[in-house]
């Protein structure tokens, strides 16, 4: 039987911590590497990045997006990118966000999830806005092939709201609310009476403060990993997390991206700063 992403993602977490460093080559990130803004440069700051922290983290998260700007050739350094860190042991969630109707679904699903893909990672970002149900061909696919997902459920960004809050005060709830219960169900459907985490993950902002207790959400009955984007750049530290997560602390798993990359070029720098933040959390 195929051991199921969230049981191998919590068991790593359980012996290396609750951090999840992103790769987000940003034009500015690799000028301040002494590089330039290119494809040699996409490579050595990804590279760099992954070869620094492959012991110390449970997981990196490639940002897609910042590898498709230079087209096929940055989409090729994201592949061997991801083989690399399979190859170091290191889990990879590839940050696409990807959400279409459901047979455009399969297809994302199948680039992101499928053993025959290239561009294949441990577990990839989907956003629910076009329905949670829109997403079953990638939690299927997921399923059979022993991958998770990070669904969308309230983003770090300060407009998320304006969606993801809808309905607060109807008797059904906002909509953050409404992807957690769906969530929440996929991951009791797979996992029955067995024990440990499902493979469906949600993304929920380390900056929306006390919005959980407000929308009335309880992410314990998630049963399964967190991605907490908003450590370091965007302001949030790990007292931030434990005071917003709460009873489902264990469940985080944090992740920063230019917090850590700001501290490369160098290698013994870009260590201590994950250390340092694998401490704060
Ligand atoms: O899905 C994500 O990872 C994500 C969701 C969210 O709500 N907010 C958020 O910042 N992210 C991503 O997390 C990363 C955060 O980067 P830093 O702010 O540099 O740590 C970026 O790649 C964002 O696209």
Redo the contacts with the bound molecule.
């Keep these: 039987m195929i051991e199921q992403f969230g049981q191998r993602l919590q068991a790593k977490m359980a012996v290396q911590g609750q951090l999840c460093v992103?790769i987000?080559p940003?034009p500015e990130l690799l000028l301040k590497w002494g590089l330039g803004d290119d494809v040699v440069a996409l490579k050595r700051f990804s590279h760099g990045i992954l070869d620094a922290v492959a012991d110390l983290v449970p997981v990196i998260?490639p940002?897609v997006?910042?590898f498709e700007r230079f087209g096929s050739a940055g989409i090729a350094v994201l592949e061997e990118l991801l083989a690399a860190a399979r190859a170091a042991g290191v889990l990879t969630?590839a940050?696409a966000?990807r959400g279409d109707i459901g047979s455009t679904m399969a297809a994302y699903a199948s680039a992101w999830l499928d053993d025959a893909s290239p561009l294949v990672a441990d577990a990839v970002?989907l956003s629910p806005y076009l329905g949670f149900g829109s997403l079953r061909p990638a939690l299927e696919l997921a399923e059979r092939t022993g991958r998770g997902v990070?669904v969308?459920a309230?983003?770090?960004?300060p407009e998320?709201a304006s969606v993801q809050h809808t309905g607060a005060t109807e008797p059904s709830g906002s909509v953050a609310a409404g992807i957690v219960r769906e969530a929440s169900a996929e991951n009791a459907r797979v996992l029955g009476q067995g024990a440990g985490w499902g493979s469906t993950g949600l993304?929920?902002?380390a900056t929306v403060e006390d919005t959980l207790e407000a929308l009335e959400i309880d992410l314990t009955t998630l049963r399964g990993p967190i991605?907490a984007?908003?450590?370091?750049?965007?302001g949030a530290t790990g007292a931030d997390l434990r005071r917003v997560f709460g009873a489902a602390y264990p469940q985080v798993l944090a992740?920063?991206?230019?917090?850590?990359?700001a501290a490369g070029p160098n290698q013994a720098a870009l260590r201590e700063a994950t250390e340092r933040t694998l401490a704060d959390l």
């Design positions: 992103g987000d940003h998260k940002q997006a910042l969630i940050d966000k970002t990070f969308l309230l983003t770090s960004n998320g993304v929920v902002g991605l984007p908003g450590l370091g750049a965007q992740t920063s991206s230019r917090g850590i990359a």
